[in-house]
């Protein structure tokens, strides 16, 4: 009866996609566009790149144009069921973005530290996944 009950626990999880694995339909690995629009200093700026996903992390290379900062972004994080948290960062200037994902689709609000070129941004971003 112990092991008919594991066994059906099992195939629960399998077919609702509990566990460490995550679904191919639910992956983040792409190209992806990002556009942030600042409410601290009423700019916008957009990155274009390939994002991988392995497990809970992600990571990739942005070009960016609208920014003062860089030219090229590297992005790293994690997503946790539709929660995102990724660390961008503009030659030196860490950027820490917030949000949530549908895997083609994501937006949220971003934070940068005061100082350097970033100089204490903040506002909001959205991505889509081409």
């Known amino acids: 009866m112990k092991s008919i009950r594991l066994l059906c626990i099992a195939v629960l999880c399998l077919t609702?996609?509990?566990g460490g694995g995550t679904p191919s339909?639910?992956?983040m690995t792409g190209h992806w566009t990002v556009t942030a629009t600042s409410t601290a200093f009423g700019a916008s700026g957009t990155g274009t790149g390939n994002l991988t996903q392995t497990g809970t992390s992600v990571s990739g290379t942005l070009t960016v144009t609208g920014?003062?900062?860089?030219?090229?972004?590297?992005?790293?994080?994690?997503?946790?069921g539709t929660s995102?948290?990724?660390s961008l960062n503009e030659?030196?200037?860490s950027v820490t973005l917030t949000g949530t994902a549908s895997f083609t689709s994501a937006s949220g609000t971003y934070t940068a530290p005061?100082?350097?070129?970033?100089?204490?941004d903040s506002g909001t971003w959205t991505a889509t996944k081409d």
């Open 114 to 120: 005061a100082g350097g070129c970033t100089n204490g």
């Open 25 to 27: 339909s639910k992956n």
């Open 67 to 80: 920014t003062p900062c860089a030219t090229t972004a590297t992005l790293s994080g994690t997503v946790a």
């Open 91 to 93: 030659n030196g200037q």
């Open 84 to 86: 995102l948290t990724l």
């Open 16 to 18: 609702a996609g509990c």
